[in-house]
């Protein structure tokens, strides 16, 4: 536990050193960033520390990898970085456990106001990225379609605030569901996504609703399995 709080202050101390440069100018919205190896250097860390930072920068819409190229800062970085929701819940020691509390709290009550709110438009939002999901060839994209589907959700809701804290929530959830990921077979939760789904439109809200905290119990517990797991493994090293 201490060397992922260790981990999370020296994420959160490269980003406030990203924060800076952008804000005096060194590092300019749009521009790609030097080489990781110079960075690091730089900031005196290794480069697994620095790809940590960066990958939550990806994950803040902060920074974009090209595939052979680089790391580009968006041209938003500045006014993002200046948020301080999705600072916190993406930076500050909030624990997985805590993230999907708060989900199932609020999102079952959003999957049910969509089965009464949906446009057409929004179901097939939802119907595109469960077929994103099904065609996924990677963990990435997976995980890219998995959030596209709860975007939608948040989206029929129509709750424009619930919608934004809860995309920064999946955000920072995204980096843990990596895990998920790598242990289940597409089909669970892709079975969960079609049962909210076909709830949400055929208009039944209270199935909506059960169908949604079904999925959510079922991500905790392959999550805490996950976690658990991996610090067994840590150990026995």
């Keep these: 536990m201490r ?3 260790r981990n999370g202050d020296i994420t959160v101390r490269l980003i406030s050193r990203f924060k800076a440069l952008i804000s ?5 919205p749009g521009s790609k960033l030097p ?3 110079d960075l690091a250097r730089r900031f005196g860390v290794n480069r697994t520390s620095l790809r940590q930072a960066l990958k939550v920068m990806q994950l803040m819409g902060v920074a974009t990898q090209r595939v052979g190229d680089g790391t ?10 200046r948020e301080p929701l999705e600072f ?6 909030i624990t997985d456990e805590e993230l999907l509390e708060a989900r199932l709290i609020v999102e079952s009550e959003l999957a049910a106001r969509a089965a009464d ?10 119907r595109r990225a469960m077929k994103a999901m099904e065609k996924s060839t990677s963990e990435q994209t997976r995980i890219d379609a998995d959030l596209a589907f709860h975007e939608a959700i948040f989206r029929a809701s129509g709750n424009r605030v619930l919608r934004l804290v809860f995309s920064v929530i999946h955000r920072a959830l995204a ?8 242990r289940a077979h597409v089909g669970r939760p892709l079975a969960f996504h079609k049962a909210i789904y076909a709830a949400i439109s055929a208009r039944k809200p209270d199935e909506a609703r059960r169908k949604m905290v079904d999925h959510l119990v079922d991500t905790r517990s392959q999550l805490l399995s996950a976690n658990t797991g991996q610090a067994d493994g840590g150990r026995a090293r």
Excluded: Q
């Excluded at 580009?72 to 970085?81: E, K, P, Q």
């Excluded at 980096?175 to 790598?182: H, N, Q, Y």
């Design 88 to 93: 916190m819940i993406v930076l500050a020691d």
């Design 35 to 37: 080489p990781e190896r």
């Design 24 to 28: 005096e100018g060194t590092f300019a």
């Design 72 to 81: 580009y800062l968006s041209r938003d970085a500045a006014h993002i970085l």
């Design 117 to 126: 709110r949906a446009s057409g438009e929004d179901l097939a939002a939802m």
């Design 175 to 182: 980096l843990s569901m990596g895990k998920v990921a790598g």
């Design 3 to 5: 060397s992922g709080k």
